[in-house]
């Protein structure tokens, strides 16, 4: 079996970085399971988030970061997270990350729940897109060894300690082993287990499914984030409209025309992200309508074209010059807030095992992430893993904080109802109706029960649609699982039969295979 010092399993922004990184300290394997560039990173449009500008500061940040968290932020994360903000940005541009620049100064913008602008971009609304084609320029022309094709299957575990992983070639249908020192999990989200989502087909919970089966702990899953405003244009698949455009002006109108954002909050169109899809959704229901709108009519032509290019491109490709007319829009599953535990330097509860981005938890985003913030902890805390693995000191198992965690495995659950088999699209319509932007006790409890049947009546999987199935279903699992737990809405969590939060709930939900 071939060895690495460092096995990295994904091939976005959190695996490539990682990557480079690791390099200068050993042999690096990259195993995804599409082609490099198939990843979440190359959709993110708003930008990363840094507290660089004149009237900012990294308190003002941790504050914002902390508010948007609802009360279950790991407050010494976030210290971290905003502290090494600014040098990390300075990593990405001395990996040639072209971020938009304004009178010679990194042009900034501001999103919902930021006190000030504090968004850096790049390509107007492309900043994934750059950063991913950056960093993969530079993946392919060092010596890191990138296996394409190929899904991780099974973390190899010894006594705590990992070994290596298995993988399977998509393209022959064989399985191989690899060792490795440190097995860093970079496999992104889960949003493909929600009809309406923005994420790439890649979004599969992979991450979250290995290393639950590795024994790792899985928390806060409950907390996915639906974003306001994907494009809503039958037949076309949801196109993030970046909170940004809402930033530098534009406004959300219902079917009607109405401005009803100030009926909902006073924050109003820039309110925190589960309150403004939540009023949505209210909006749509309350006029019939199966969207929204924003409106950037009002905003010279010049500016929608330049500064989200990307955006105008792709609504004029179908058929709609956003300068001239509304864009129909509603509310989508965009990034999922917890994943699998890790502590401030990476480190899960299994030795050598690490896990960084979407598919980890590192504590910063609680229970509603602020914007901008996802690429920002990937840079900050893949740093941390690989400052903590140059001096090999001795892995501490992130420890369990009393109070402020309650441990749970799934258990059986029988269910006598005839359960339609499970598919993706049973499983992405199933999700959504009953563990979406709003739950309550009888879908969960449905929910639940028809995903552990799926469990039990899965075939073993062969190939990468199957073991994907397999992934999203155990994700699907404890996300439905931990959402029926927590009764009261918090952050990005809102049950209609428990409708505010509750001091009793501010605590983590954790699973663990028994
Ligand atoms: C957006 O551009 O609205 C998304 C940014 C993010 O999810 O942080």
Redesign the pocket.
């Known amino acids: 079996m071939s060895y690495y010092d460092y096995i990295i399993v994904g091939s976005g922004i959190a695996g490539l970085y990682t990557a480079l990184l690791a390099k200068e300290q050993g042999s690096v394997l990259i195993i995804t399971k599409g082609s490099i560039d198939d990843c979440n990173t190359k959709h ?3 930008g990363v988030a840094a507290a660089i500008g004149k009237d900012d500061s990294v308190e003002l940040h941790f504050q914002d970061t902390m508010a948007a968290g609802d009360g279950l932020c790991d407050e010494e994360a976030v210290r971290i997270l905003v502290n090494e903000a600014p040098d990390r940005i300075t990593d990405l541009v001395n990996f040639g990350v072209p971020f938009d620049t304004l009178n010679g100064e990194v042009a900034l913008t501001i ?1 919902a729940a930021h006190s000030v602008p504090r968004i850096l971009h790049a390509g107007g609304d492309a900043t994934g897109e750059h950063i991913e084609v950056t960093l993969s320029k530079q993946v392919r022309s060092s010596r890191i060894q990138v296996l394409e094709d190929c899904l991780a299957t099974e973390i190899l575990v010894e006594r705590k300690t990992v070994k290596g992983i298995k993988a399977l070639d998509c393209r022959t249908g064989s399985i191989e082993e690899f060792g490795c020192g440190s097995l860093i999990l970079a496999t992104g989200g889960a949003g493909q287990l929600f009809k309406f989502n923005t994420n790439s087909d890649i979004a599969t919970g992979d991450g979250i499914a290995l290393a639950y089966k590795a024994r790792a702990e899985i928390v806060d899953l409950e907390f996915f984030q639906f ?1 306001p405003t994907a494009l809503r244009l039958p037949g076309v698949t949801p196109f ?1 409209i ?3 455009v809402r930033g530098e002006g534009g406004i959300l109108r219902n079917v009607d025309g109405y401005n009803f954002m100030s009926d909902y909050t006073p924050e109003r169109d820039l309110a925190p992200r589960d309150v403004v899809a939540r009023s949505i959704l209210y909006e749509m229901e309350k006029t019939g309508s199966d969207r929204a709108f924003i409106d950037v009519t009002h905003l010279p032509p010049h500016v929608t074209t330049t500064r989200f290019p990307h955006i105008y491109r792709f609504c004029l490709d179908h058929g709609l010059d956003i300068t001239k007319g509304l864009i129909p829009v509603a509310p989508a599953a ?2 999922m807030m917890g994943g699998i535990k890790t502590n401030t330097w990476g480190e899960t509860n299994i030795a050598g095992l690490f896990a960084t981005g979407e598919t980890a938890c590192t504590g910063v985003h609680g229970a509603n992430r602020l ?2 913030n ?1 690429m920002l902890e990937v840079l900050v805390f893949s740093k941390r893993i690989m400052e903590k693995t140059r001096k090999r000191t001795a892995t501490e198992a992130p420890t369990t904080r009393e109070g402020v965690e309650a441990h749970y495995s799934l258990s059986q659950r029988e269910f006598s109802e005839v359960v339609p088999p499970p598919s993706l699209s049973a499983l992405q319509q199933l999700l959504w109706d009953d563990i979406g932007i709003i739950r309550n006790k009888e879908g969960l409890t449905k929910s639940v029960n028809i995903l552990a049947a799926w469990q039990r009546s899965l075939p073993q999987p062969t190939d990468r649609p199957s073991y994907e199935l397999n992934n999203l279903v155990l994700t699907g699992r404890l996300v439905a699982e931990a959402a029926l737990l927590r009764q009261e809405s918090r952050g990005a969590h809102f049950r209609s039969d428990f409708p505010q939060s509750s001091p009793q709930w501010q605590h983590h939900i954790l699973f663990t295979l028994k």
């Open positions: 993110a449009q708003g999103e974003h993030l970046s909170e940004a965009h990034y914007a901008s996802s």
